[in-house]
């Protein structure tokens, strides 16, 4: 790995912790950017609920994983401070004061919404709205549809507390009187079976004109009294716990993958609990209980102006066929070299083509796959695999190509994270069919995407290739930003069969001519060319680096950036989510600015580029700068040889995003983002100028 020298008296500490944001605060400071969204009046109503949705799903899964290390680490003593110098103590507390803003923004957010929604004919009913009509349907409904299905828990010695599973939604009850034993009652839980549905939809000749619904919670607890006949039911409190989710599998001690992996899964829903998330007129003696049985702390709790499970909102969106309230569609073309309908190796093998996903279809990659499939000529297919969804035709065409008798390799990643259980069934289909499925390598996941076909033409065999930043996930392909290339390039093509032979065969480190390869040689490469760029601009030749990524946060790259700066190199950055590196501070990073950019579609792709004086060179990547994609992953990184295909890649991802000044974040050197203003120059969108370029 890479050392940088001792600081001399007269440079400043490049490694001195106040140069760093904190990982875990960057990456939560993400979704104020979403929720502002959310909060955006300019943005179509339904979407702005989904935005809602999507900071609850990012405040689950930040709590699952992240905090829950922290946390865990912090226990045992074993939580060593980042980059940024915080001991774990002071970091969780930041997150939790940084977390409650949040909260309180989140729900500040759902209280503004409503009215808005109510007056486009959609009412999310609380049972305080509820006419006579109304909750006469509602109480046939729950006697009929939800009465059956539950199976209240009073709580005494003979009844201890149950488990709750992992974000369930449950009501604490507080009970007076005695049951048909002569016992006292005082504490009940009722726990939502995952089967019930968490909204219900109020029929129209029920409710009149429009549409409403009901979230389960506020069924529970106004019909609570029919659970529990006999007693009065004081007050009924809705609550959700999280718990920790990351699985830990010591891989080199299994012997099988699979079987560890689904045997970790069957517990998952049941660890350690991170979080307890309880409604704002919970008393505190129900608090207290609830947080000794969990075994939390009074730091761990957050109280909910709303539904516990505000997360559910999107269903609604999902639901509601109103075009007016969501963004507009758009159709997603083919590339010009594509539409004609010719053979598609005849194409490639004449020139590269390149995929702007989704302004360009994610058909193009299904349909390269399915000529594969049936060309007699095709010998063999190899891809990776890691988010693919479940009802994919890629992996209906693989099954396919393998029955024909085609040599089929897949390699799927089985630990990519919440999507382990979907990949083991995609595993086990394939395997089934006869394609051989190998799982990577012991110890790092496998993140590259990239697809390799082997093709006699003649005496020889050809390769072709599909590279992408993104996965071969169909729905995903319409809502984030990736770049993927089809290229005949014999010697990218050599590089990728080098790559599979690797993770398939367990063979030795390969040398490869145009790709960069995590662990091996993305890291040294691109420290490499930012060194170059640094060594340019101390020679008096203009050097630039412009990069697009999800994520930055490893500290030697940072160390190479700020070296880059105080040596004249004109940095700009692209990073959607956390960076922890800071810009703007005087003699280390004035010549690096960093944006995020927050739009209709998740920005995914990966796109580095350096000036190299005159001889510019441009790589597109699954790797963010961070230290598991450069040290503990399977990553690719591909240039783009084609020139046009270059500045094309540059002018749509990098140009195109530092001119946008309306969806855009600038941040600061304190760790602030400000939104990007138009001033006196058009307001420009770099997603929607996109739209309009390609989806006419």
């Known amino acids: ?382 891809q990776t695999l890691y988010r693919a969804g479940e009802d994919t035709p890629l992996v209906d065409l693989l099954v396919e190509a393998a029955r024909h008798g085609k040599d089929v390799t897949v390699v799927i990643e089985l630990r990519a994270r919440f999507d382990e259980e979907a990949n083991i069934r995609l595993a086990t289909r394939l395997q089934e069919a006869g394609v051989q499925v190998v799982y990577g390598v012991v110890g790092y996941k496998t993140h590259a995407k990239m697809m390799l076909i082997v093709r006699r033409e003649g005496e020889v065999l050809r390769r072709y290739a599909h590279l992408s930043t993104g996965n071969y996930h169909q729905v995903n392909s319409r809502m984030y930003t990736d770049i993927g290339l089809m290229t005949a390039n014999e010697e990218i093509g050599e590089d990728l069969h080098k790559v599979f032979q690797q993770l398939s065969g367990l063979g030795p480190r390969i040398e490869l001519k145009r790709l960069l390869h995590s662990p091996f040689t993305l890291y040294t490469g691109v420290m490499a060319k930012i060194e170059r760029e640094t060594a340019h601009a101390l020679a008096g030749r203009p050097a630039r680096i412009v990069a697009k990524l999800n994520a930055l946060n490893e500290a030697h790259v940072i160390e190479a950036l700020y070296r880059a700066s105080q040596a004249g190199v004109e940095i700009d950055l692209i990073v959607r989510g956390a960076c922890t590196l800071r810009p703007g501070l005087s003699g280390i990073s004035e010549r690096i600015r960093v944006r995020s950019i927050v739009g209709r579609f998740l920005e995914h792709s990966r796109v580095y580029w350096f000036a190299n004086d005159g001889e510019s060179e441009l790589y597109c990547a699954s790797a963010d700068w961070m230290e598991r994609n450069l040290m503990r992953r399977i990553e690719v990184a591909f240039p783009i040889l084609d020139p046009e295909l270059a500045a094309r890649v540059f002018e749509e991802t990098l140009a195109n995003g530092l001119a946008d000044n309306t969806q855009a974040w600038l941040l600061d050197c304190d760790g602030r983002y400000i939104r990007a203003q138009p001033g006196d120059n058009p307001p420009y969108s770099a997603q929607l100028g996109l739209l309009e370029r390609f989806c006419q």
């Open 1 to 382: 790995m890479h050392r940088p020298s001792p600081a001399s008296p007269s440079q400043p500490d490049l490694t001195a912790p106040g140069l760093y944001f904190s990982r875990e605060l960057a990456a939560l400071e993400f979704n104020f950017r979403v929720l502002a969204m959310a909060r955006d009046t300019t943005v179509p109503l339904l979407e702005r609920l989904r935005y809602l949705s999507i900071v609850a799903n990012n405040l689950d899964e930040f709590f699952e994983v992240r905090v829950a290390m922290l946390k865990h680490h912090h226990a045992y003593g074993s939580a060593a401070p980042g980059p940024d110098g915080l001991p774990s103590g002071e970091l969780l507390a930041r997150i939790r004061s940084r977390a409650l803003d949040l909260v309180a923004a989140q729900y500040a957010c759902w209280q503004e919404l409503g009215p808005q929604l109510d007056a486009e004919r959609i009412h999310v009913l609380n049972r305080k709205r509820w006419n006579p009509r109304q909750r006469r349907w509602l109480q046939g409904y729950f006697e009929h549809e939800v009465l059956p299905v539950l199976s209240p828990l009073g709580l005494d010695p003979a009844h201890p507390f149950p488990r709750i599973l992992n974000k369930t939604l449950n009501i604490a009850v507080v009970l007076k009187g005695r049951d048909a034993f002569g016992h006292e009652g005082h504490m009940a839980l009722v726990r939502a079976p995952r089967s019930l549905p968490r909204i219900i939809r109020v029929p129209a000749e029920v409710s009149g004109p429009g549409e409403h619904f009901v979230f389960l919670a506020e069924l529970l607890q106004a019909f609570v009294d029919l659970m529990f006949p006999g007693f009065k039911v004081v007050g009924s409190y809705q609550f959700r716990v999280t718990r920790n989710s990351e699985l830990i599998v010591e891989e080199a001690e299994v012997e099988n993958l699979a079987l560890a992996l689904s045997e970790e899964l069957v517990g998952r829903g049941y660890a350690r609990p991170v979080r307890l998330e309880i409604a704002n007129d919970c008393p505190q003696a129900i608090t207290a209980m609830l947080i000794q049985n969990f075994q939390l702390e009074e730091s761990d709790v957050y109280r909910c102006d709303g539904p516990v499970n505000i997360i559910r909102a999107g269903l609604i969106y999902d639901w509601l066929d109103r075009p007016e309230l969501k963004f507009p569609r758009f159709n997603p073309q083919l590339p010009a070299a594509l539409e004609s309908g010719k053979n598609k190796f005849d194409l490639i093998s004449q020139r590269d083509v390149l995929l702007h996903h989704p302004y360009q279809s994610f058909a193009a990659v299904i349909d390269l796959l399915r000529q594969a499939t049936a060309d007699p000529q095709v010998l063999a297919i190899k």
